[in-house]
């Protein structure tokens, strides 16, 4: 089997373990991995199917404990604004300026979780700042395949509970993709044959996101994070390496 096929079933199976633990970063570690081996228009694309389906899941069955809806409708607005953006600024910039920045994004997530781990939104401010931090996030989203140097570090800012961080978060995520997929439809980079490597992909995600959830119940999130963090400093250097030296 060839090597990026089999790397992109582990990087899916990571991120599953990750999304089931903690509702949020498979991008970080599938968008990456997959960018080395077949350019980042192609993991954008590819990731876009599971990104809907698996959020789609977990803002189920977390519902009941979504932030009130004056919070959640302005940030599903402005994300889905964003990924649209993003979608065209994919199709426009050279796969060099792709990697750098998703690269960047990684780097970037990285280091504002080192640097300010203990840093904390209150929610008025953020109920405020939703929108426009939205759009910037969808935005990274459609153009890089990675939202969580935003994203992540927002919403994980106001210190929610497990069960409405991972509704929250979900919802976030959701609403980026369900304007990604048809944007990438309509620009052209989603075809029949990424469609079915994203439905062959959505295999060891969900394989992986009750082992994820288990897991959670014994792992302290800080352990994960660690794990997560060292990963995605290897992966962002192997980005920066194959954009400068490839």
Same mark, same amino acid.
């Given at each position: 089997?060839?090597?990026?096929?089999?790397?992109?079933?582990?990087?899916?199976?990571?991120?599953?373990?990750?999304?089931?633990?903690?509702?949020?970063?498979?991008?970080?570690?599938?968008?990456?991995?997959?960018?080395?081996?077949?350019?980042?228009?192609?993991?954008?694309?590819?990731?876009?199917?599971?990104?809907?389906?698996?959020?789609?899941?977990?803002?189920?069955?977390?519902?009941?404990?979504? &932030? $009130? /809806?004056?919070?959640?409708?302005?940030?599903?607005? %402005?994300?889905?604004?964003?990924?649209? *953006? @993003?979608?065209? #600024?994919?199709?426009?910039?050279?796969?060099?300026?792709?990697?750098?920045?998703?690269?960047?994004?990684?780097?970037?997530?990285?280091?504002?979780?080192?640097?300010?781990?203990?840093?904390?939104?209150?929610?008025?401010?953020?109920?405020?700042?939703?929108?426009?931090?939205?759009?910037?996030?969808?935005?990274?989203?459609?153009?890089?395949?990675?939202?969580?140097?935003?994203?992540?570090?927002?919403?994980?800012?106001?210190?929610?509970?497990?069960?409405?961080?991972?509704?929250?978060?979900?919802?976030?995520?959701?609403?980026?993709?369900?304007?990604? &997929? $048809? /944007?990438?439809?309509?620009?052209?980079?989603?075809? %029949?044959?990424?469609?079915?490597?994203? *439905? @062959?992909?959505? #295999?060891?995600?969900?394989?992986?996101?009750?082992?994820?959830?288990?897991?959670?119940?014994?792992?302290?999130?800080?352990?994960?994070?660690?794990?997560?963090?060292?990963?995605?400093?290897?992966?962002?250097?192997?980005?920066?390496?194959?954009?400068?030296?490839?």
């Amino acid at each position: 089997m060839e090597t990026g096929i089999v790397m992109a079933i582990l990087a899916f199976a990571m991120g599953g373990v990750l999304k089931g633990a903690i509702g949020a970063g498979t991008p970080v570690i599938a968008v990456p991995i997959l960018s080395l081996y077949y350019g980042v228009p192609f993991a954008v694309t590819v990731f876009a199917l599971p990104a809907v389906l698996s959020n789609l899941l977990q803002l189920w069955q977390f519902r009941r404990d979504l &932030l $009130p /809806a004056r919070f959640i409708w302005p940030m599903g607005l %402005g994300a889905g604004v964003g990924a649209g *953006l @993003g979608t065209v #600024i994919l199709v426009s910039l050279p796969a060099q300026i792709l990697m750098i920045s998703v690269a960047g994004a990684t780097l970037a997530y990285v280091g504002f979780r080192l640097a300010r781990p203990d840093w904390q939104l209150g929610y008025d401010l953020a109920a405020r700042v939703v929108l426009p931090v939205s759009v910037l996030a969808g935005i990274m989203q459609g153009a890089a395949g990675i939202s969580a140097p935003i994203s992540l570090t927002f919403i994980s800012a106001l210190r929610l509970e497990r069960a409405a961080f991972i509704g929250t978060i979900s919802a976030f995520f959701l609403a980026m993709s369900l304007v990604q &997929l $048809p /944007a990438l439809w309509g620009v052209g980079l989603l075809t %029949g044959e990424k469609l079915l490597y994203s *439905l @062959g992909l959505c #295999i060891p995600l969900f394989a992986a996101m009750p082992l994820g959830g288990w897991l959670a119940r014994f792992i302290p999130p800080a352990m994960f994070e660690r794990i997560v963090m060292a990963l995605l400093v290897l992966i962002a250097a192997r980005l920066l390496w194959a954009a400068f030296h490839g």
